[in-house]
């Protein structure tokens, strides 16, 4: 994710990174200062992190809904109704809080009510062709019995993100998502190909072929499991370079149970679509999931096929329509919708601010953005804040 800006008499640029020593375990995800130790292989580096801003009450929107127990902040906007919670920030908070996002004020996705999971019982159940099930217990992970825990940044993006401007030309079947279905976090966990080694895969094969992913069993309504599932391809998977994480920690705090707790996949450069929270099982598959919310979420279809007849002619079973990696996007923090600039008078204003944000997946960079203030017949570049920059240069990689 970038942050651009553009004024029309002065610039600025915003830096989120500094270095320092300390005596912590790199990528343990421990706060010090104010900052957490990133994961980087040339030199220390460090990023500071928000106050997470958690709410000390149950808002009376969950009183009497099965996440009655979940503490929310105020001013996430409900986007379908008080349950199940689908939930983004007001876009002047998202750009208040900067380029790191409170866990209480990061995007949430919730396709029904949130489950009461514990620390010290849960257990993952990893499954392996030709072998006994592994049952994955959440102290031996932070302790790095399945590989060493890691921290770095990645920027979440919900894959409605903005369609309540296309519902607006064409709708959808998805709700109303605005431009804040997007995060920041610095995230803590163990990567999936350390866990996978451990276990004695290395290399891809037919019967090793996929990953499975799931949450627990009858949590949703959907599917005859009722369990939200996934799967990635097993060469995505071993590839330290991708960083899948099987995260237990956001912003140097335990997940909250929004988000997760206590485990949940993390993929950067992906739609939240295809990462699961509260991870309940790990499966490695000759064939992908079939799970339904694998197959009938998150697929791009042609304008002319609708839900009816992508089930009639199979249209959800193509592959190629499938959503994985985060496409190209980019919105307006400033001036804000509905906003008034003064152009002559007393009060007039000398400058414009005018901000946003960009981001793209699959490994891409945002190297321009531009802005228009005749209705695109001219444009001209602003600048861009791109603190992934210095990180990508500090653990040797683009």
């Known amino acids: ?103 209480s004020l990061h995007v949430v996705r919730n396709h029904g009510a949130v489950p009461k999971l514990e620390w010290g019982t849960h257990k993952v159940e990893i499954s392996l062709p030709d072998k006994e099930p592994v049952h994955l217990v959440m102290d031996d992970l932070v302790a790095g019995k399945y590989g060493p825990v890691v921290s770095f940044p990645v920027t979440f993006i919900c894959a409605g993100n903005r369609r309540k401007e296309q519902n607006m030309t064409k709708k959808t079947i998805g709700f109303n998502w605005g431009a804040g279905g997007v995060a920041n976090s610095v995230w803590t966990g163990v990567r999936l190909c350390d866990v996978l080694k451990t276990l004695g895969i290395s290399k891809v094969s037919k019967q090793e072929r996929y990953v499975h992913f799931a949450g627990p069993l009858g949590e949703l309504p959907a599917g005859e499991t009722g369990e939200y599932g996934t799967s990635i391809d097993m060469g995505w998977a071993l590839d330290q370079e991708r960083d899948v994480l099987l995260a237990f920690k956001q912003n140097g705090e335990w997940l909250t149970p929004d988000h997760g707790f206590p485990l949940r996949t993390l993929l950067p450069g992906v739609i939240g679509g295809r990462m699961v929270k509260w991870l309940t099982t790990i499966k490695v598959m000759p064939e992908p999931s079939k799970n339904h919310y694998h197959l009938f979420d998150n697929r791009v279809l042609p304008p002319h096929v609708d839900a009816d007849l992508a089930t009639k002619e199979g249209w959800w079973y193509k592959p190629e329509y499938m959503i994985n990696h985060i496409n190209l996007n980019s919105a307006m923090f400033e001036p804000a919708h509905n906003s008034h600039f003064k152009l002559a008078g007393e009060k007039a204003h000398p400058t414009m601010r005018v901000s946003g944000y960009a981001y793209v997946g699959g490994g891409l960079k945002v190297i321009r953005a531009e802005i228009s203030l005749d209705g695109g017949h001219s444009w001209e570049i602003a600048d861009l804040s791109r603190p992934e920059d210095e990180i990508s240069e500090a653990r040797g990689t683009d």
């Open 1 to 103: 994710l970038c942050l651009f800006l553009h004024l029309c008499r002065f610039r600025a640029r915003q830096h989120f990174f500094t270095t320092m020593s300390v005596s912590i375990q790199p990528g343990s995800g421990t706060i010090v200062e104010g900052k957490i130790e990133l994961s980087t292989s040339i030199e220390p580096t460090y990023m500071a992190v928000p106050p997470g801003q958690h709410a000390s009450e149950v808002d009376a929107r969950d009183a009497d809904t099965p996440d009655a127990w979940i503490k929310r902040h105020k001013d996430m906007v409900r986007l379908t109704g008080r349950h199940p919670f689908n939930s983004e920030p007001p876009l002047s908070k998202l750009r208040e809080v900067g380029w790191v996002t409170p866990a």
